[in-house]
């Protein structure tokens, strides 16, 4: 589970610089101390995964920074990264009573953070409330924040979880599709680490894409937790698009390369830099992620191209103002409808504008024009996992997404559990862990039955 294949030069650290430094001690407990410790804690309530939220931050106030790790890890254990990538504007921070007061909101997602990089920062390892106590056994199929959780929660109650992941390095998607300023491939494979500890395997560079697969784990385990997140970038649908610029996939920082692509190619250290003209396809978080890293991957002008308007993007407003202080230029009611390569190796983009009626788009007469390019990132969203699906026996999938119990994560078929983006669509790294701990507190509680 080594790091190794990560970049770690200063190049790529002062680019990518973080959005929030961390706080100093001085500054969390003088942040500490505004807390209210509300009794009915509604930042507790609006987080998916429950943190005592009052609790963990009097504990900073109180120089306990080890009782704070342990509070917040109870409910999350992920809780550095969520730190991190967390929405908390939205989410815990949004819902912060000082808000109802027009005040500054507590910074919970700093101090959570402050917290936790203490406790990585003294090596300690969390603790295992009943190592080996189970036999029962479990894999995880795939890395990312739901199979994590499930499988910490299950060592951490005695039982044995085995992570299988394609890629070479786990963490899913906070390892290879998290903005570089938001959380570091480095810090994710990190807390990866400090889940293996807790006792769970990690398979790496092992594709489950068969029935035969998926029969020799249902032969190895008593379950299988389903953790596949989403599919590939939904793909444009217009000619032109399958240009790969001269090293394949737009590594050259020429042709086309999906958003999540282009975030994992510079995270993984095989694109460092960008020149001339990007264009982003699309007005979500994901596409607001891969504008900023173009901009600060050296890109002159970054142009965020959306058929809709300002007011139905799906970013967060909190990204869509970050994006605009990047440099990012936003073209609203455009539409991309074809992609030519000239000779000296550049990308035309034939574009038409659109306009709404009665909720359906329609183009705009005599308003092509075209838009000089170096790089075009479609960044539409991704599809659902289809192929690995139809060999799920006994497991519905609807409208590309798996079908399971909302409380338990069970699917049709008993030995089947599912938690995460292949479930709910693609929601936040939170929710994902949420979805993962339920499951494993299932999957302890039905073998517990069975075996009593």
């Not at 992920?78 to 109802?100: K, N, Q, T, Y």
């Not at 786990?170 to 293996?196: C, F, H, Q, W």
């Not at 596949?228 to 042709?255: F, S, T, V, Y």
């Not at 008993?414 to 669509?425: L, Q």
Request: glycine share 10%.
């Amino acid at each position: 589970m080594s790091t190794s294949a990560l970049p770690h030069d200063e190049q790529l650290r002062a680019r990518f610089g973080e959005l929030k430094p961390a706080l100093t001690a001085q500054a969390a407990v003088i942040e500490a101390d505004r807390c209210l410790n509300c009794f009915d804690a509604p930042c507790t309530a609006a987080c998916p995964t429950h943190i005592d939220v009052p609790g963990f931050i009097k504990r900073i106030a109180s120089g306990n920074l080890r009782g704070s790790a342990m509070r917040i890890l109870d409910a999350n254990i992920l809780g550095a990264s969520c730190a991190r990538v967390c929405p908390v504007e939205v989410l815990c921070e949004g819902a912060c009573v000082m808000v109802r007061q027009n005040r500054k909101p507590i910074q919970i997602g700093q101090l959570q953070r402050h917290a936790m990089d203490r406790f990585w920062a003294s090596g300690e390892a969390i603790p295992v409330k009943a190592p080996g106590t189970s036999k029962l056994r479990v894999a995880c199929i795939g890395s990312g924040p739901a199979s994590l959780a499930c499988a910490a929660e299950l060592c951490r109650q005695g039982a044995q979880a085995t992570v299988i992941e394609r890629r070479p390095l786990p963490g899913g998607l906070n390892t290879y599709g998290v903005a570089e300023y938001k959380l570091r491939a480095t810090d994710s494979v990190r807390e990866t680490e400090m889940i293996r500890r807790l006792g769970v395997e990690f398979r790496c560079g092992v594709e489950v894409d068969s029935a035969a697969a998926l029969e020799a784990l249902e032969a190895e385990f008593d379950f299988v937790f389903l953790g596949l997140g989403l599919g590939a970038m939904q793909r444009l649908g217009i000619p032109g698009e399958d240009w790969p610029g001269e090293n394949g996939r737009g590594e050259d920082g020429k042709g086309v390369m999906n958003a999540l692509e282009l975030i994992a190619a510079y995270k993984t250290g095989h694109l460092r830099e960008l020149q001339g003209t990007v264009v982003v396809v699309g007005a979500g978080n994901t596409a607001i992620d891969a504008a900023v890293a173009a901009r600060r991957l050296g890109a002159e002008t970054v142009y965020m191209l959306y058929r809709r308007g300002e007011s139905e993007m799906s970013a967060f407003e909190f990204e869509y103002e970050h994006a605009k202080q990047e440099g990012v230029q936003f073209l609203w009611h455009r539409k991309l409808v074809a992609i030519r390569q000239t000779e000296n190796g550049r990308l035309l983009l034939e574009t038409v504008q659109v306009s709404e009626t009665s909720g359906t788009l329609e183009v705009v007469p005599g308003s092509q024009s075209v838009i000089a390019c170096d790089l075009v990132v479609p960044a539409i969203g991704q599809s659902p996992l289809t192929d690995l699906l139809k060999q799920l026996r006994g497991v519905e999938v609807r409208d590309g997404k798996i079908v399971a119990d909302r409380v338990t994560g069970q699917t049709g078929n008993s030995r089947y559990f599912a938690g995460g983006d292949c479930v709910n669509g693609g929601r936040e790294v939170v929710d994902a862990v949420a979805g993962g701990k339920r499951a494993a507190l299932a999957m302890l509680k039905t073998a517990e039955v069975a075996h009593a």
